[in-house]
């Protein structure tokens, strides 16, 4: 006795319908393995083979999760963005969708897009569904203030997070180390090479206010001993060169030093703070 083609039909879809959810089932395993061995880029193949025998929202939303954590550890930030945007449109859970927001922001942190960082940052503050996170919102916002050179408002943002003292006084001892390239430019121009001093480039600041004062007194001594030409070739070519060369050096020193002031801080914070990180 045969069964009607219809019942043999539907006894096909169930019998396939359960093989596909057996074979997701396994070739999530086998990515999940991958994954927790830090095999990034083969964990990203086994985890695709797992979307196309998928067929639950629910596991698309985390294995989506999981690709984009991959890209995220080799450093591919836009794939990262990408794969948690395929999640979070997948997902309907509230705590799921602020975790990927909140990855988003962690990717563009690091990818040195702060503007994006801080407007996310801005949209999870303004939602209701996340007045309990507001910490939170506010520890990466500070991440992002510091990412981009931004000490002050990164240690108001760490001052609101009760348990990170210790970022808030890195950024206030930061603050505390940066020159102020205005004063540099502006006691140099009242004392050509202070601002190279102020620096910290003592023997620069004091050969140009050398230049300058040997400079000077040429060109006065020039115009008082009714050599005007001399005076004003050696003023024009020779001390306006230098004038303007120690306020170009003092701006470029003050901001050399606040560069290398600000790369410490980040150098100490990838190789020896040990709190959470983007």
Not at 110 to 133: G, P, V, Y
Not at 247 to 264: H, S
């Amino acid at each position: 006795m045969f069964l009607p083609k219809k019942y043999v039909l539907a006894l096909l879809y169930i019998f396939s319908a359960l093989q596909a959810q057996s074979w997701s089932e396994k070739s999530l395993e086998r990515a999940e393995l991958l994954f927790n061995s830090n095999q990034y880029f083969d964990a990203i193949t086994e985890y695709k083979r797992t979307l196309f025998f998928a067929k639950e929202n629910d596991l698309s939303a985390k294995v989506n999760f999981r690709i984009a954590q991959c890209y995220k550890a080799g450093a591919f930030f836009n794939e990262a963005i990408n794969y948690f945007g395929l999640a979070e449109r997948n997902s309907n859970d509230d705590l799921f969708l602020f975790e990927t927001k909140i990855e988003v922001i962690r990717c563009n942190i690091l990818r040195k897009t702060t503007s994006r960082a801080f407007q996310l940052c801005n949209e999870l503050e303004s939602d209701s569904r996340f007045i309990s996170k507001i910490e939170v919102i506010n520890f990466w916002r500070g991440w992002a203030y510091m990412f981009a050179d931004d000490w002050e408002n990164s240690s108001k943002s760490f001052s609101k997070h009760d348990s990170q003292k210790e970022l808030k006084l890195l950024c206030d001892q930061v603050q505390n180390d940066k020159l102020s390239v205005t004063f540099a430019k502006v006691i140099s121009y009242i004392l050509p090479g202070s601002g190279q001093i102020y620096s910290g480039k003592i023997l620069s600041g004091l050969m140009s206010l050398a230049w300058n004062l040997a400079a000077g007194y040429f060109t006065v001594n020039a115009f008082i001993a009714n050599r005007a030409f001399d005076g004003i070739v050696i003023g024009e070519l020779v001390w306006i060169r230098f004038y303007r060369g120690n306020l170009e050096n003092a701006e470029t020193f003050a901001e050399q030093k606040n560069i290398e002031v600000a790369n410490k801080a980040l150098e100490y914070l990838q190789n020896e703070y040990r709190g959470l990180k983007p």
